[in-house]
Every structure is written in structure tokens, then in C-alpha cells.
């Protein structure tokens, strides 16, 4: 899925070359940092300490 993303972010840096905004990939890669960090509450439950 990361290959994907980013080739399909370099593929629209190119066409759009100035016009290009960042900003909702950016978006899109903070986003899946917090969910990727974030606790599931059925597996914190398992790992109860």
C-alpha cells in the first residue's frame, strides 16, 4: 500500500510540477501514523498487565 501511495504522490508531483500541493498526503500519512499507533481495545484487554 506505502508503494502504491507513493508512486501515485510522484506521479502527481510531475504532472503538476508548481501546482502541486502536498498537503493531503501529508494528511494522509499523519493520519495513518495515529491509527497505526493508536491501542486496540480488544488486543490491550489481552495484554492486560
Known amino acids: 500500500v506505502l ?3 507513493v ?3 510522484q ?3 510531475e504532472e503538476r ?3 502541486f500541493n502536498p498537503r493531503p498526503y501529508y494528511r494522509l500519512f499523519i493520519n495513518w501514523i495515529f ?3 493508536s491501542t486496540d481495545p ?3 484487554a489481552i ?3
Do not use: C, E
Open 7 to 9: 508512486r501515485f504522490i
Open 35 to 37: 491509527d497505526f499507533n
Open 11 to 13: 506521479k502527481d508531483a
Open 17 to 19: 510540477k508548481a501546482a
Open 47 to 49: 495484554n492486560f498487565q
Open 3 to 5: 508503494t502504491v501511495t
Open 42 to 44: 480488544i488486543l490491550d
